[in-house]
């Protein structure tokens, strides 16, 4: 049987439905039980857990260090997960997924310019609107324009451009390391999954990870 091998972005440990699968309030518990379910799969089923350095592995770190996690759950990313540096250099892919990763940004960067102008042009209508009845006072009516256009602008300029694609460094070594080792991409990431099933690669979603480990190692004490 070959080897599992898993690849890890930091939502396979942080996000919120991972939480919500285990039952748990906090990062914290998640983490911790998180950890314990990969340490006895790498023990009992020599299941092995990557995670990219250090783009992913300082996000994940700094992360749990920011939510108060103890310092024992750390000591466990440090012993269970297996940190390497993916080889950017020997790495190949495919010419065709850099031509539609550039034809898509290029999509997006244009769908995000729409929009701006849209955007400008709704600020104008309404700041014209509010202040012809009643003559408001300029400032107030810029103010109440600006801040509702700019928080709407803001969540669909945000999705336009990063919604479902690789928008940082990590994402993209999550993809890289994963196909060097042949592991599963885990994540709960809408461009990561993406990418990820473009590449060939195997997708976990984060939520479903401890259970399919859970369910290995289940499978085991039977025997």
């Excluded at 950017?88 to 769908?111: C, G, M, T, V």
């Excluded at 461009?191 to 984060?206: M, S, T, Y």
């Amino acid at each position: 049987m070959q080897k599992q091998r898993f690849c890890l972005d930091t939502t396979a440990i942080t996000d919120s439905d991972v939480r919500k699968s285990l039952g748990v309030s906090n990062i914290s518990e998640s983490a911790e039980k998180i950890m314990d379910i990969i340490a006895q799969a790498r023990v009992q089923l020599d299941i092995s857990c990557h995670i990219p350095y250090d783009t992913v592995y300082k996000e994940l770190v700094g992360f749990l260090t920011r939510e108060g996690c103890a310092p024992e759950t750390l000591i466990k990313v440090d012993t269970w997960l297996v940190k390497k540096t993916p080889n950017r250099y020997e790495i190949k892919i495919p010419a065709e997924i850099f031509y539609e990763y550039i034809k898509d940004l290029r999509e997006r960067i244009n769908k995000g310019m729409r929009i701006s102008e849209n955007a400008m042009y709704e600020t104008a209508l309404e700041a014209y609107i509010l202040s012809k009845p009643d003559e408001k006072d300029r400032e107030d009516v810029l103010n109440e324009v600006l801040s509702k256009t700019v928080n709407s602008f803001r969540v669909k300029y945000r999705n336009a451009l990063r919604g479902g694609t690789l928008d940082s460094a990590p994402d993209l070594d999550v993809l890289l390391l994963a196909k060097e080792l042949d592991a599963a991409v885990v994540a709960n990431d809408e461009g990561i999954e993406k990418w990820a099933q473009r590449l060939g690669l195997r997708f976990v979603n984060a939520r479903d990870f401890p259970f399919i480990l859970q369910e290995y190692l289940d499978l085991w004490d039977k025997k």
